[in-house]
Structures are given as C-alpha cells and as structure tokens.
C-alpha cells in the first residue's frame, strides 16, 4: 500500500521566495495534517483538515502560511514570502478515523537561505 | 496546556536488554496515546496506539502500558536489536480536539 507522499523531499531557496510543499494521503484517509519539526521546538502541528476542510489552524505562525485541500488526495503548504526561520522538516500526515492511528509521511527539508 | 515530557533523553544499551522508556502528561484527560519511532531522514512510524479506556497494547517485542490517572506511559522493548536504534516519540491526544501534543523524544542507540 502507498503510504502519505511527500514533495519535494528536499528545497532549498533563497528569503523572500514563495515556497509549495505538497502531500498525497493515504487513499480513504479522511483527515489530513501538517506538522513542523525543528531543533528547538521539537513537532508542532499547524493545520488539521477533515473531510478536505480545515478545522484547526491555531497552529500556523503567521500570515504568510498558507494551506488548502481541494480534493480528498491532495494538500499543498504555502510559505510566501519565506524567511530563514521557516528552515524544518515539513511532515504531512493522514488517519482514516479518530481512533485510528496518523501515517506520516517521509517529509520535506526546507531550507530558506 | 498539555504538556509531554519523555525521559531519559537518550538511552545507549547492548544488544538483547530488556528496556523502558517513559512518557508523562500534565493533563490526564486525554482522548488516547500513541508512541511512534523516527528513524533519521524519515517520517514518523507509528508503533503503538492506546485508547483512554485500556490499560495497554502489545505488539511483537513491544509493550506499552498507560496510567491515565498518573499521567505516565511507559514503552517496554523485549530484547533490544541494533535495528530497534531509532528516536522514540510519546503522544497524546486531547479529549476533545485532534490535536496531538509530542514530547521531545527519547534517542535510542542499541550497541551490537
């Protein structure tokens, strides 16, 4: 079975540029989430959809985040413009109901120059 | 504010020890916990999930047990293997919401 896919695995881009990370669920997973991974503050979710639509998104820092689910098997995570702290792992995650476990995927390492 | 918190930190054994590691959660009304491993350069692989009724999961040479009341898991490996080397993440999900709230995870070195 395809597990929650990620792209691209790695992007490396200068300040100020827009940056996209996408992300397949699993087939039949109806709630996705993305998470940030970094040194200092350990995962941190940003945003939660269920259903394709977003639920929570406490978690995203500041305007310049963005995210959207148009269809049941696709996501993108929007950063413009980017900053050198917007340097991490980006890890999307997906669960096919509440009490079932979350499938992450392999993620994504920005780093913003 | 939940918070999680796993201890030791980092753990290095030899091969074939039998092992505990530990979660503890400040807020004991959690809807379920799951325990994870994150092998480097990669996501996150779930191990274990426990609902908030159950006392514990098995699975292979892995146990996990909760204490809702205390606020504590503990994640036991039978007869560690090199392959067992991996970060440990604990996580717990809040009764009402999805959020689930990390600790910071235990690093796990198994020596052959």
């Known amino acids: 079975d395809a597990g929650v896919i990620q792209s691209p695995r790695h992007e490396v881009t200068e300040m100020g540029q827009e940056v996209t990370l996408r992300c397949k669920p699993i087939?039949?997973?109806?709630?996705l989430f993305w998470y940030r991974q970094t040194m200092m503050r350990g995962l941190e979710l940003l945003i939660y959809?269920?259903?394709?639509?977003?639920?929570?998104d406490s978690g995203m820092p500041e305007d310049r985040f963005s995210a959207k689910m148009p269809n049941a098997s696709f996501s993108t995570l929007k950063i413009q413009p980017s900053e050198p702290r917007d340097s991490a792992v980006y890890f999307c995650?997906?669960?096919?109901?509440?009490?079932?476990?979350?499938?992450f995927g392999d993620g994504t390492r920005l780093s913003i120059l | 504010k939940q918070e999680v918190t796993q201890i030791p930190a980092a753990l290095s054994v030899p091969e074939g020890e039998n092992l505990v590691l530990n979660c503890s959660f400040t807020?004991?009304?959690?809807?379920?916990l799951q325990w994870f491993r994150q092998d480097p350069g990669k996501g996150l692989t779930s191990l274990l999930l426990i609902q908030s009724s159950q006392r514990e999961q098995t699975s292979g040479r892995l146990n996990a047990s909760l204490d809702k009341s205390s606020g504590r898991s503990t994640l036991y490996i039978a007869a560690s293997q090199p392959g067992d080397s991996a970060t440990y993440l604990c996580a717990v999900r809040r009764e009402y919401g999805n959020k689930l709230v990390f600790g910071a995870g235990t690093i796990l070195r198994v020596k052959s």
């Open positions: 087939s039949g997973h109806n709630s």
């Open positions: 995650a997906s669960r096919m109901d509440r009490d079932q476990p979350q499938h």
């Open positions: 959809f269920n259903n394709n639509v977003p639920i929570d």
């Open positions: 807020d004991s009304a959690i809807y379920n």
